[in-house]
């Protein structure tokens, strides 16, 4: 006689269930180091004087979404697209610019 084993019920433990993964904290870096299509927000502009009244004209003040359109092939200047345009930047202006991503 052949016996017929029923699959028994898994018993579930308490510890079993996984627990979501907290959500990485946002880090604050240069704007230079987003990659295409990495999106962020404007943190800090610390250039002073007239490059800074440069970069603050074009748009770019605290608090403004930006998303990295890619790099030039040899990596200046970079595109981004902000407030509904297009905005080419080179490194050294950049590296004045945090962001939290």
Do not use: W
Not at 2 to 7: A, D, F, G, K, Q
Request: proline content about 7%.
């Amino acid at each position: 006689m052949t016996e017929i084993n029923e699959p028994k019920e898994a018993s579930l433990e308490k510890n079993s269930v996984a627990e979501p993964s907290p959500k990485a904290k946002p880090k604050v870096i240069s704007l230079r180091k987003l990659k295409r299509g990495q999106s962020a927000i404007i943190n800090s502009i610390s250039a002073e004087g007239e490059m800074g009244r440069r970069i603050r004209d074009m748009g770019l003040i605290p608090g403004v979404h930006v998303k990295c359109m890619g790099h030039a092939p040899l990596k200046d200047p970079m595109a981004m697209r902000l407030m509904g345009f297009t905005l080419t930047l080179r490194n050294n202006e950049a590296d004045y610019i945090t962001v939290t991503a």
